[in-house]
């Protein structure tokens, strides 16, 4: 029988969630408009190298500090941290999607009644990954599980969004799925040694692609 802590981890990584991440592609569009990702292979190592250069160096350290910081009940770490990933974001529809997920889930632990997650607590707009964070801990998703639902749930959406703009099949979507099955777990393993001062790593092409983005004339995912 599935624990409750894994019925809960479900929970979060289900497409179902209200958080409203299916309206973004994080610069994939413009790189697909681009014909810089042509084919299965070239958009399996678009997220390949997302996840192990970005999400490894930004997304899952911060979200393994928050944990920790919410466990001991330090309001002032998840702040600290909260902070520092809003200042890593680079572009304007890389906050803006962080930030309305963040809120997104935010209000959803308030109606909950998840402790600790009003609003008032947060020096500035609480991000996706500060409240993944405390809704694990609150519902005792185990740590290493929590981090590898937070890429899974990154992975999934992306390529959601590649069966819109590339186009790609539902099939072939399955397939890059379970290629990337394996990058999932290195890009959690990899983020267990980043130290303090290497959190924040960027991916230049990563960062020009959402920029851009804000400007395509048509897209399908916000910005």
């Known amino acids: 029988m599935a624990s409750t802590a894994l019925l809960h981890l479900l929970h979060l990584v289900s497409p179902a969630l209200p958080v409203g991440a299916y309206a973004y592609s994080q610069g994939l569009e413009y790189a697909v408009e681009e014909g810089w990702l042509k084919d299965d292979e070239a958009l399996r190592d678009w997220l390949a ?30 702040n600290h941290w909260n902070d520092y990933t809003r200042a890593c974001r680079e572009t304007s529809e890389l906050l803006l999607e962080d930030e309305q997920l963040g809120q997104a889930l935010n209000r959803l632990l308030v109606s909950l009644q998840v402790p600790r997650s009003e609003r008032s607590l947060y020096r500035s707009t609480p991000g996706f990954v500060c409240q993944f964070a405390l809704a ?9 599980e929590l981090a590898q639902g937070l890429v899974w749930s990154w992975l999934e959406n992306q390529v959601a969004a590649a069966t819109k703009i590339v186009p790609l099949g ?7 799925l379970v290629a990337l099955m394996p990058e999932v777990q290195e890009t959690c393993e990899r983020a267990k040694s980043v130290k303090d001062e290497e959190i924040g790593l960027s991916l230049p092409g990563l960062a020009m692609a959402s920029c851009l983005h804000e400007r395509q004339y048509t897209r399908l995912f916000r910005s």
């Open 170 to 176: 539902q099939t072939h979507a399955q397939q890059v």
């Open 136 to 144: 694990g801990v609150h519902w005792n998703v185990d740590l290493d």
């Open 49 to 78: 190298n997302v996840m192990s250069h970005s999400l490894a160096y930004l997304d899952v350290p911060v979200l393994r500090r928050c944990y920790a910081a919410w466990q001991q009940g330090d309001i002032d770490r998840v």
